[in-house]
């Protein structure tokens, strides 16, 4: 089916987002907190009553229901580029919000070449309209080049520093850790069916993208952040390929002040997983 670029860049959408405390903690277990039993700061995001809230949280919420949805992309051919989470304020561990989309851009690579779709959903407090975060979603569409969008004007990826990482941190994942994720929303069979993970050409199921983005996020705040991950404000990233439930995700770190970029990769297959890193640490913490 043809885009229709007009009325896609033009669409807007809202929805209403409710969570609960159970809800923080399956998405605190889903990226692999807690599986210590004796960290008392890990042990916070999934206590039964006003768990802390772990601050990459609002993306589990905000999965669907973006302009994008309706844009007519032929999904089989539609891969996950980027993601970019900005905090403005706290999150209860229980409440409501209001979720408004809109296309920022759409950038043609030429037939057969794809397309790059960007969308941004922003969050308020439910009541009272009180900012909460920023989310901005890159998708690239196999099928949709030759759309007819612009050509030039995407924004850059962020570069990362040309010296030695000033940390390197290994996060590993557990064998079931996309069994667990898909519990907060992302029921994609090819992160949980064998099957389906093989028609889309990958040996098995493969952890979700955005449990990988809170994992980085984790290895932010752990070594950047004194373990104070409402200091997080915020954080985007590339994803250039798959992680495997099980594998060890290699982190290379580099602080300049408030800013820390970074990559992933799994060295055990020497591949790089996640790109064009950038977060952005804050002084005071919100927890």
């Known amino acids: 089916m043809a885009i229709d670029l007009d ?4 669409a807007k959408t809202r929805r209403r987002l409710d969570w609960t405390e159970a809800d923080a903690v399956i998405y605190a277990h889903g990226i692999g907190l807690a599986t210590d039993p004796l960290d008392a700061v890990e042990l916070a995001y999934v206590q039964d009553e006003s768990p802390a809230i772990f601050p990459t949280f609002p993306v589990s919420l905000a999965l669907t229901g973006g302009p994008l949805a309706g844009a007519g992309l032929d999904m089989r051919q539609v891969l996950h580029g980027a993601h970019m989470l900005t905090l403005h304020g706290p999150m209860p561990s229980t409440g ?19 397309a790059v779709f960007v969308e941004e959903k922003r969050l ?9 975060a920023t989310i901005v979603t890159t998708v690239f ?8 969008a ?9 570069p990362l520093p040309f010296r030695t990482p000033d940390a390197i941190v290994d996060m590993v994942t557990r064998a079931d850790q996309a069994l ?7 029921r994609n069979p090819i992160h949980s069916d064998p099957v389906a993970a093989g028609r889309a050409g990958f040996p098995r199921p493969i952890l979700h993208g955005l449990c990988s983005f809170a994992i ?6 752990d070594n950047f952040a004194n373990r104070q991950a409402g200091r997080l404000r915020h954080i985007e990233a590339r994803f250039s390929g798959p992680v495997y439930p099980g ?6 770190l580099w602080q300049d002040d408030a800013t820390i970029s970074f990559e992933a990769g799994v060295r055990a297959r020497n591949a790089l997983v996640i790109t064009a890193g950038k977060a952005l640490i804050a002084s005071e913490t919100w927890l």
């Open 7 to 10: 009325s896609l860049l033009a």
């Open 124 to 132: 308020t407090l439910d009541p009272g309209g009180t900012p909460l």
């Open 247 to 252: 594998e060890t995700i290699q982190m290379k």
């Open 180 to 186: 667990l994720y898909r519990l907060s929303g992302d």
């Open 216 to 221: 980085c996020a984790r290895a932010v705040t």
């Open 141 to 148: 569409g196999r099928a949709e080049g030759g759309c007819g």
């Open 150 to 158: 612009p050509r030039t004007g995407q924004p850059a990826p962020h």
């Open 96 to 114: 409501s919000a209001e979720m408004r989309g809109a296309m920022i851009g759409v950038w043609d690579k030429g037939l057969e070449k794809g």
